[in-house]
């Protein structure tokens, strides 16, 4: 997985509450990326960063929020869980030479239940 | 935005013989692509990529061609093995955007 590590792995919570989602990099690549994956709508991205503390929306960004404080941490949060949410969710990374066009390596993904 | 077509049948082939699975892909200004596998309960995996500067590149077992003229994205997998029953997604890039655009996947069957 690329030196990719996701956190927790799984995660069962109730409709309301914040959950936060961890992925941690070794690689020191620059781009960082959120997707959830959902039967019969494949990978969609939530939001991506491109350096410290710069973030920006995806596809699906309505009701997560994302934080990078440092390069090698990227953070999912759910203010409030929806049922809506429950999902597996994905972290990626891409190389710093190839900027964002390059390939994405992916994490070994977080399944998230929301009750 | 515009988004790649992957016809998502299952592909059920037999150990030995060689696959192929198909992806279609409708911006023309897509430059790059990329193949993925992915596994039950696993993250995807980065089998082959290709920009669109080139029509056809080998990897271990796997080809993956580009015929930009139909917008038209094929992998290859040689000798299929057990091993490769998964779900496999193409992805494009368009330049000047800094995220990809994911198919919604196929699945590889294989049987011994």
């Known amino acids: 997985d690329a030196g990719i590590t996701q956190s927790p792995r799984h995660k069962v919570t109730e409709t309301g509450t914040p959950v936060t989602l961890r992925c941690h990099q070794t690689e020191n690549h620059r781009y960082m990326y959120w997707y959830r994956q959902d039967p019969g709508h494949g990978l969609r991205l939530i939001h991506y960063s491109y350096g410290v503390k710069d973030t920006d929306k995806g596809e699906v960004s309505d009701g997560y929020s994302v934080s990078r404080s440092k390069t090698e941490d990227f953070l999912l949060t759910l203010e409030s869980a929806t049922s809506s949410q429950t999902s597996v969710y994905f972290c990626a990374i891409s190389d710093i030479a190839g900027g964002p066009t390059d390939t994405q390596y992916f994490g070994p993904g977080t399944r998230l239940t929301v009750l | 935005g515009e988004s790649v077509g992957l016809h998502l049948p299952t592909l059920s082939v037999q150990e030995g013989d060689n696959s192929i699975i198909n992806c279609a892909y409708s911006?023309?200004?897509?430059?790059?692509f990329i193949w993925y596998k992915q596994e039950s309960g696993k993250g995807p995996q980065f089998i082959i990529d290709i920009r669109s500067n080139m029509d056809k590149r080998q990897g271990q077992r796997v080809t993956v061609l580009l015929n930009k003229t139909v917008k038209h994205l094929s992998l290859q997998i040689a000798a299929t093995q057990p091993g490769d029953s998964a779900v496999y997604f193409c992805?494009?890039?368009?330049?000047?955007?800094?995220?990809?655009?994911f198919g919604k996947g196929t699945m590889l069957l294989v049987s011994p």
């Open positions: 992805a494009e890039n368009t330049s000047g955007y800094s995220t990809l655009t």
């Open positions: 911006n023309s200004a897509s430059d790059y």
